[in-house]
């Protein structure tokens, strides 16, 4: 459980970042927001965006003329890689709880770039925003049925537990076109992972247990979070669609690959 004071203070920042990149020239950058800014991950700005939108195109048939939504934009940083690789031959919706991000993205980034749009999504998160008024779980993607074409999420799910995961799934499937594609990347709780956690060969120990999902951290549940694979299986066969493509990543073994695990899903047509 968050504790009020870490609540306030981390509301009462992002608060006043917000408003220091709306009203003054402080944060402003042209090819990048600031690192101060970036709360998107370790490595590059550019060089991850870069390989994120590479595994999109390479293993999600991301391509020209297709309609993308981001879930969890964060500061632009994917939006950025799609805009260098694809230009304006791609639309691009995004949304994220953090709010100075989209400020920033729709300050710096999308003012010239019509077919790049970013939305704020007031949903609590006791890692990004605690104070938030929306559960993920009652949040309904504001964007119609079967408008995009490729749906995707970087480590937002290690964020985000059980209902919400789950609800989140099945919203981007909503939103999604028949034939449609949903990649995102996770921590898939199985057996594998669970030996790999249990001899400290893995990167996190997830000891904590909250429905079927695991914690890293108790006092702070969002910091990361794995999901079970065998119960994620057993709901995507109720969803319409096809088998997934889950590709197991380096966080079981600490090596050096793809750090999380990724999961290609396709709608059926």
Known sequence: M???????????????VDLLIRYTPLFAHKDAPPNVLNLAGGGDFTTVGDANIAALVSLADLSV??????I???IARNAYALHRKFGDSVTYAGFDVMKYCISWANKHFSVDKPNYSFRYSNLTNSMYNPSGKVAPSEYVF????????LVFATSVFTHMQEPDFYHFVNEALRVLRPDGRFYFTAFLWDEDAERASQSGEAAFSFMHQAHDSRLENSEVPDAAVAHSRSKLLAHLDTQGVQP????NGGWRRKVNKQFQDCVLIRKVP
């Not at 504001?142 to 074409?149: I, L, Q, V």
């Open 142 to 149: 504001e964007y119609p049925d079967a408008s995009f074409d």
């Open 65 to 70: 003329g297709d309609d993308t939504l981001e």
């Open 244 to 247: 997934p493509l889950i590709m």
């Open 72 to 74: 969890g934009c964060g």
């Open 2 to 16: 968050v504790s009020k004071f870490r609540a306030l203070k981390i509301a009462t920042t992002l608060r006043t």
